[in-house]
């Protein structure tokens, strides 16, 4: 991999190129424009890589991944396709090194890795749909660029407080893009989510911008594993950066539907006052719970970003901590934690991969 990461954009555009010319049939899998997908299919090698001596974390993730897949169509057939591709770019552009063991070798890694992932998604072909059709029921514009949207699914979709889901609109067919969910489970089995719209982000700007009731989405399976884990009654440290917020929103719910009175501590940082758009909600949350603690943290005011907020609170090591927000608070937030002495096994995030995924 550290042969192939410099030129890694050159890896995958010359992979995409061969698949679709020695593949054509294929194309159709993937949306029109390919920029963001190009950096998909190299994030997915680089975290495969990363965890290749850890089997647990690498064959969730490899499940999750084919799992993920069945929504795009992929099919078994798909992979054989996929990987002689996939040799072909690497052996050339990292043709100093390649030789008879290097291809020997990726094609052990890249037979085991699609049979994970082509397993998962037969098993769970069996228990549910390859996406959910999603009809918008309610668009609240909070700010001029964030919207709350609540969707009805076509089928049941199970999930946990503190996951995420992919979401496709209908303006951008084949571009799925993550999304948290803002609310546990709800008796009447509608799903919200908390969407800003980003620069150049196709999607965010049709949910925000053009999305209304009664328009149809559709939804991949639930990811991620930023739950709460009901078995101790430790308390729970969270941090919420600007939509952030939402899947925080849901562990609170969580933990309250749960009955146990465990301290739930949440910062809930924002750039401006303006951007607290759902304060309103987390106060009367607060107002409710007496074991929770809401502390909205704004930038302008206090000039200490989110991360730095919270080593003025404490001690927090006995503590399970959540962070949700951009990349950057992410890494910041969980450097501060560790420095504050939360030991790393206590703190939990999406993976930033995937919170790239969550833009746009
Ligand atoms: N599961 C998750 O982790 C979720 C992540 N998100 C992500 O959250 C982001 C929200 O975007 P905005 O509302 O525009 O956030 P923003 O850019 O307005 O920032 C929100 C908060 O994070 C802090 N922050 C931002 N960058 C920081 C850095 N480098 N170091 C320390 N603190 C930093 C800011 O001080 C602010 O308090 C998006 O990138 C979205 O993809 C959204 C929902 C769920």
Redesign the pocket.
Known sequence: MDEVAPVADKVTSYFYALLFVRHPDLRPLFPAAMDAQRDRLLKALLTAAEHIDNTEILVTYLQNLGRGHRKYGTRPEHYPAVGECLLGALSRFADRIWDEETEAAWVRAYTTISQVMIDAAAADELRAPAWWYAEVVSHDLRTPDVAVVTVRTDQPYPFRAGQ?TSLETPWWPRVWRHY?FASAPRSDGLLSF?V?AVAAGWVSNALVHRARPGDILRLGPPAGS?TVDHTTDSGLLCLG????I??IKALVEDVAEHGHRRPVEVFY???TDH?LYDIDTMLRLQQSHSWLAVRP?V?QQAHL???DAVREFGPWNEYDAYL???????R??VDALMDIGVPPERIR??AVED?VA??G
Do not use: E
Not at 241 to 244: A, I, K, N, P, Q
Not at 324 to 330: A, R, T
């Open positions: 995420y948290s908390h800003k930023m950066g600007g939509t952030g939402a899947p940082g924002a750039r951007d943290i930038d970003q989110l991360p949700s927000g951009p990349p950057g608070m992410i910041n937030g995030h999406d919170l969550l833009r």
